[in-house]
């Protein structure tokens, strides 16, 4: 899905209408059959209205729709003043679909999310695990304004704990080992 702070790129294709079968200058063909056009929009982010602007389309929302979605959308448009136009859009920087992985792991950092979602142990992996062994570490994740906190090795352990993770949750990895003391005469 996108959303609002997304990056895009928009690819629109035309047929000739048999007037002009060159590109338009500066446009390098995309198929070296005579009479297709292709048009790429520069890179652009998704604005806080949830829009983009596209050529001879003008400002289209975007936001919440998947990206064949938005390809249609922009081909309604184009109907009419295009010949059997296409269009791609393609996400070139999901700034929405991050998680933040923090703290003692190997490679502290923002990570996007999978399309078919991304759960805490595949968010930690992707950071590079955990510098301490998993029954010394606590894993806390912060999910708006509510923070849980559970031990690595309760987590490998019962895949229950083991959730998908939403945009903008933030993992922050402890280390943090137990210690037992055992008090008494000798």
Not at 40 to 64: C, E, H, K, L, Y
Request: charged letters at 15%; proline letters at 8%.
């Amino acid at each position: 899905t996108i959303n609002r702070g997304d990056v895009l790129a928009v690819t629109i294709w035309a047929a000739s209408d048999g007037s002009s079968a060159a590109p338009t200058p500066g446009t390098p063909p995309l198929s070296t059959q005579v009479g297709i056009q292709a048009t790429s929009v520069p890179p652009q982010m998704v604005n806080a209205r949830g829009d983009i602007t596209v050529p001879f389309v003008g400002q289209i929302r975007v936001a919440g729709r998947s990206t064949v979605d938005a390809q249609r959308a922009i081909v309604r448009r184009l109907q009419g003043q295009a010949v059997k136009p296409q269009a791609l859009v393609t996400i070139v920087n999901e700034q929405s679909n991050l998680v933040s992985v923090i703290g003692d792991v190997r490679h502290p950092d923002q990570y996007p999310l999978g399309v078919n979602g991304t759960r805490v142990l595949d968010a930690i992996a992707h950071a590079g695990g955990s510098v301490a062994p998993a029954f010394d570490t606590i894993v806390q994740l912060t999910r708006h304004e509510t923070q849980r906190r559970v031990r690595l090795s309760q987590l490998l352990a019962d895949p229950s704990e083991n959730i998908f993770l939403e945009p903008g949750d933030v993992l922050y990895l402890l280390h943090d080992p137990e210690f037992v003391a055992v008090l008494g005469e000798r």
